[in-house]
């Protein structure tokens, strides 16, 4: 079986019904290393990869036996975004659909290191939830929050952001059953946490790619 045929065996709901689908040719990685993410980097390093188009939509399969990953292209991002993100997209695009893979932050995630995610600003999102602090008599964070940039959307609609510049690693999870999460200064249950173990977006990062790594081996 392809590495194409695969993931629709996997993820049959991605295929809508009478969507176009082109599949090229699996190649290898050939887009090097990411710096500072030596993890990950060796995880690319090891995958097939396949340029597959959805719908007119541009995708690439990452495969590794019967797992992979369903990400978008590389991109440039825009002016908005983080150079430190831009620098990363050039590379890697992010994950839309992951399957056979390990349990990690990463599961359940609808975007995972995509300029889409980036896209969706936390601080508005906050302000939305801002009843969560105004009721427990706290000053609504939306400025702060202004400084970080989502780098996943779970399924249930939880957050995971890093700052822009420190790359600081936030979590806003009003429905959530994590642990080794710890509440924010300032910040009610089921609202803005830091990761016990995870300080940052590299630790991150490395966390879930060294899951897989361990996983394939």
């Not at 689908?21 to 993410?37: E, I, K, M, N």
């Not at 599961?107 to 009721?135: F, K, P, R």
């Not at 806003?172 to 946490?193: E, I, K, M, Q």
Request: aromatic share 10%; proline share 7%.
């Amino acid at each position: 079986m392809s590495d194409w045929g695969r993931f629709v065996e996997c993820v049959p709901w991605f295929v809508s019904p009478g969507s176009e689908v082109v599949v090229g040719s699996t190649s290898v990685w050939t887009r090097g290393a990411l710096p500072g993410l030596p993890r990950l980097s060796a995880l690319l390093a090891s995958a097939r990869v396949t340029p597959v188009s959805v719908a007119g939509r541009p995708y690439e399969l990452l495969s590794w036996g019967s797992s992979g990953w369903l990400c978008e292209p590389p991109s440039e991002g825009d002016s908005s975004h983080p150079d430190s993100l831009r620098a990363f997209w050039r590379v890697f695009g992010g994950t839309v659909e992951q399957f056979h893979g390990p349990s990690t932050l990463w599961l359940n995630q609808n975007q995972v290191l995509t300029v889409d995610a980036a896209s969706l600003s936390l601080s508005s999102v906050i302000s939305e939830y801002g009843w969560l602090w105004t009721d427990a008599g706290l000053e609504v964070p939306v400025e702060e929050m202004r400084d970080y940039v989502t780098v996943a959307i779970e399924a249930n609609g939880n957050l995971t952001a890093a700052h822009r510049e420190t790359g600081r690693l936030v979590l806003f999870a009003p429905d959530h059953s994590f642990s080794d999460v710890t509440p924010l200064a300032g910040c009610p249950p089921r609202s803005l946490y830091s990761f016990d173990e995870l300080p940052d977006l590299a630790s991150w990062i490395e966390s879930c790619a060294g899951a897989w790594q361990g996983a394939l081996s």
